[in-house]
Nanobody, 121 residues
């Protein structure tokens, strides 16, 4: 039984920081994990992704230089460090795992998703 559980959301002032966590259980192989967000009335968008094999990271242009995706040494927790937060970063944030083979991360074709954690700036 695969579970992704996010935490760390909340209200923060513009310019502030927040770190989101996503605990992944029941799933040991993760070629790619990612963070997505969805604001009210908007489509879901890819925020960041981490490819486990080579450690490569990718970011949406809107968060590049402000957000950092990482995972801990045991590789069962995914993080998203968010700095210099802006009101437009307000959204429900979701972590995702198990990218479909051959798909690009920003398309959101992941097999497993968390329930989301709200960030309000």
């Amino acid at each position: 039984h695969v579970q992704l559980v996010e935490s760390g959301g909340g209200s923060v002032q513009a310019g502030g920081s927040r770190r989101l966590s996503c605990i992944v259980s029941g799933y040991s192989y993760r070629s790619c994990t990612g963070w997505f967000r969805q604001a009210p009335g908007k489509e879901r968008e890819g925020v960041a992704a981490l490819y486990t094999g080579g450690g490569s990271t990718y970011y949406a242009d809107s968060v590049k230089g402000r957000f950092t995706i990482s995972q801990d040494d045991t590789e069962n927790t995914l993080y998203l460090r968010m700095n210099s937060l802006k009101p437009e970063d307000t959204a429900m944030y979701y972590c995702a795992a198990d990218l479909s083979l051959g798909s690009s991360w920003y398309l959101g074709d992941f097999g497993y998703w968390g329930q989301g954690t709200q960030v309000t700036v």
